[in-house]
């Protein structure tokens, strides 16, 4: 008789248990059937926050497992506020199309159009590339950072940061391939505060933050999370804290904090129109199949509906927003225990498959 692994058991007897729930709720409206979703769908042991909502006109469903502060403990909340990694690219696209609306940016406008410092190769690089991630552009950062970690505590502004790590020679042809590195978001953050004069922070606040009227998202150093209804990020074992430092020259891409309830409220507030048409097309176009990637997060294609699939990580720190724009059915997972990102994504797509039951 062959061997059946623990994990391999746990696997079935939760794919059972999925089944068993969604045909005893089958006949349910997918409001009524939410509860049940979860219960069948999300491990005991989950440790965060996870709100899904059927569409649009449906009030979301919030609910709550363990701890934000083991030490304490407190208990997670549903207003209880975590890092969201990569998600922060998304909210950076979305302030970028917003100033392409404004007319003071252009998506396939070259870099150095902004930045003229920059060496003379950099001028294939657009600004589509760099939000795309396939400028091709050394990432200076982190050969500063093996050569000296404290250039992470460099309080520098994205401006100065842009031009001081990103001036290196290019790797490959801009648009030819993909490279997940800070570099292009350092550069697409110092591309804003010289096209707005205005710090990068402040022009995300005013264009995205403030009209979609969050009251729990901003910029925090992971680090020293000082803010109230913070929840720390944990190694997997749940002992050991397991936080990466963001300094402030990082922000484009990964150094803003943000609730469930407000990631929804932010995709709401894009997808409904603060953007125009045509960036909402862009937003949602992907640039680099392979990756499924299109501008600052990707977008994922299931069972004919898109999806925005925007997740983050952070030390400790594991999100995930998935948001169709065509009738606002989300889902978003905030995690403090280091949960693996491919686990996130099975649950996210178990529930958002539970509504078409």
């Known amino acids: 008789m062959p061997r059946i692994s623990f994990a391999s058991l746990r696997r079935r007897c939760l794919s059972l248990a999925l089944l068993a729930a969604l045909s005893a709720c089958a006949g349910l409206p997918v409001q009524d059937r939410t509860p049940e979703l979860l219960a069948a769908t999300v491990p005991a042991d989950y440790n965060g926050v996870v709100l899904v909502r059927a569409s649009r006109s449906a009030a979301p469903v919030v609910r709550t497992w363990g701890s934000a502060q083991f030490e304490t403990p407190a208990a997670v909340s549903a207003d209880t506020r975590f890092m969201i990694g990569s998600v922060s690219k998304w909210i950076t696209a979305v302030a970028v199309l917003r100033l392409v609306e404004q007319g003071k940016l252009a998506l396939d406008e070259p870099v150095t159009t902004w930045l003229p410092e920059l060496p003379a190769a950099s001028r294939a690089v657009t600004l ?18 093996k050569r000296d970690p404290g250039t992470g505590s460099l309080t520098i502004t994205p401006l100065e940061a842009a031009l001081r790590f990103g001036a290196g020679p290019l790797g490959f042809t801009p648009g030819t391939k993909f490279d997940y590195a800070s570099i292009n ?48 990020g944990y190694a997997a074992d749940r002992k050991a804290r397991k936080m990466v430092p963001s300094p402030p020259m990082a922000a484009a891409a990964g150094t803003i904090y943000s609730t469930a309830n407000d990631l929804v409220r932010m995709a709401d507030t894009v997808y409904g129109g603060l953007l125009g048409a045509a960036a909402r097309r862009e937003l949602l176009t992907v640039q680099h199949a392979p990756e499924e990637y299109a501008l600052g997060g990707r977008v994922k294609q299931v069972k004919n509906r898109a999806l925005a699939w925007e997740s983050g990580v952070s030390g400790g720190y594991k999100t995930l927003l998935a948001y169709a724009p065509a009738d606002g059915r989300a889902v978003v997972l905030l995690n403090n225990t280091d949960m693996a990102q491919s686990e996130q994504a099975r649950i996210a797509l178990a529930l958002l498959e539970g509504f078409d039951k």
């Open 128 to 145: 589509r590339h760099l939000l795309s991630n396939t400028s091709g552009i050394e990432n200076g950062l982190n050969l500063a950072l």
């Open 185 to 232: 978001w350092l550069l697409v953050a110092g591309v804003v505060e010289r096209a707005t004069g205005e710090p990068f922070m402040r022009v995300v606040t005013r264009l995205v933050f403030e009209p979609a009227g969050v009251r729990d998202t901003g910029f925090a150093d992971a680090a020293t999370p000082g803010l109230p209804r913070m929840a720390i």
